[in-house]
């Protein structure tokens, strides 16, 4: 069962239930002072904070679980779903019973003589909208804020490999420098050597070891002065290799170097496209956000890998 986070809002619940519930008992009043001295102002504003602290606490847990099982970013239309179900639907269905419990139960009041069904609840349904759309509103705030952490985190520490493994060997990671991209576009990338290819890369994350299969690696790219790997499940890593040093270390049958800033695995390769001067632009999964080229030099090694 996954541990639910719910959101730090006590406070705030608290002091939105005090203030709608004086709103809702003082609604459509003629005479603030007349409702004050009725008989039923003391247990209206008890029951209207009631009613409004319950309400936005259930919200708050359903969300929060919400965002356990179901992130917006991941489920969208499915979260969607249920979100209106759990979070908008039940708590509306539960302030109606509430309310029909304490009017016409308790109180004794007939339903003629009720105006809350027909003023009070629609502002209550969209109350309960406006609580849910904050809760997205502040996921989305969230989760930009971790991507920028995490994003700041990556630059720091690089996520720099500890070992790589080939087979019985094990070879350690080359210190941290930036390599200056003074090769010209004819450069011929295919040049291996007789070093064992590796099988499981290492990455280092804060204190957390990740062997990441080479398989499961779509493409190596340069961005910036650093090395990215981007795996099949869209999960980055900034690696202290360049792309030089990783192309001797792969399986040529498997990566294929596409130009100064891509090694590409068969497999990313969703299409290719034919472009001028004899060109190629390679459309890879996961998807990159900018073109991925490859030369008039390069074309026929890239067609002639993909025959392999």
């Known amino acids: 069962m996954p541990k639910i986070s719910a959101y730090r809002d006590f406070w705030l619940r608290l002091g939105v239930s005090v203030l709608l519930a004086f709103f809702f008992v003082f609604l459509g009043s003629d005479s603030i002072s007349d409702i004050v001295k009725g008989k039923y102002f003391v247990a209206d504003v008890l029951a209207g904070f009631a009613l409004t602290f319950i309400t936005t606490s259930s919200v708050n847990i359903i969300t929060a ?41 308790l109180l004794g009041f ?8 027909y003023t009070e609840f629609p502002i209550s349904v969209l109350f ?10 502040y996921f989305f705030y969230r989760e930009s804020k971790k991507s920028n952490r995490e994003l700041m985190s990556l630059k720091e520490q690089l996520f720099t490999l500890q070992n790589v493994k080939t087979g019985s060997d094990v070879i350690p990671t080359l210190p941290e420098k930036i390599v200056a991209d003074i090769k010209e576009e004819d450069t011929d990338f295919t040049e291996s050597s007789s070093t064992n290819k590796i099988k ?57 170097r596409a130009n100064r800033q891509f090694i590409i695995n068969l497999k990313a390769c969703h299409y290719f496209t034919n472009e001028e001067n004899g060109k190629l632009e390679v459309h890879l999964i996961p998807a990159y956000d900018d ?15 993909l025959n392999k």
């Open 65 to 105: 679980y919400l965002d356990e099982q179901y992130p917006w970013n991941k489920y969208f239309a499915t979260r969607l779903l249920y979100q209106l179900i759990a979070a908008v639907a039940i708590p509306a269905i539960f302030v109606l019973a509430f309310m029909y419990t304490y009017l016409i139960v």
């Open 110 to 117: 007939k339903k003629e003589e009720v105006q809350f069904f």
């Open 128 to 137: 309960i909208l406006f609580w849910n759309v904050v809760y997205v509103g």
């Open 200 to 256: 499981i890369l290492v990455a280092v994350s804060g204190n957390k070891n990740i062997p990441i299969p080479v398989e499961n690696i779509a493409y190596f790219y340069k961005d910036g002065n650093y090395t990215t790997l981007k795996t099949f499940q869209s999960e980055t890593y900034l690696l202290n290799h360049s792309l030089d040093e990783l192309m001797k270390l792969l399986e040529e049958t498997l990566f294929f």
């Open 291 to 305: 073109s991925v080229i490859i030369s008039q030099k390069r074309a026929p090694a890239f067609k002639e890998w």
